[in-house]
């Protein structure tokens, strides 16, 4: 075998490796929207089973509704304070 067809042999075998690496990243790529998609799903379902538990008449109010009472609840004097006061609590520990 001479020089030139080892080399194109050499750069047949990269461009396969190049190829297998190229979807090994798609497919860790996938796993990981996978698992951020997984983690959202389930924050969204505990912060509104919280929500259903602190104020259980939501269970009966659309989306609109309830984005509504929420934004009414977050503009009570006092409301924003509390907020930050609760959020800086639980930086704290």
Known sequence: MDKKESLLQQKIKAEKEIAQLQNQQKIILNKQRDLERHARNHRLIVHGAILEGVFPFTTSM????????????????????????????????
């Open 62 to 93: 659309d989306g609109e509704a309830i984005m509504a009472f929420l934004i009414d609840l977050s503009r009570l004097p006092g409301a924003s304070e509390l907020a930050e006061k609760t959020l800086n609590a639980g930086d704290e520990g």
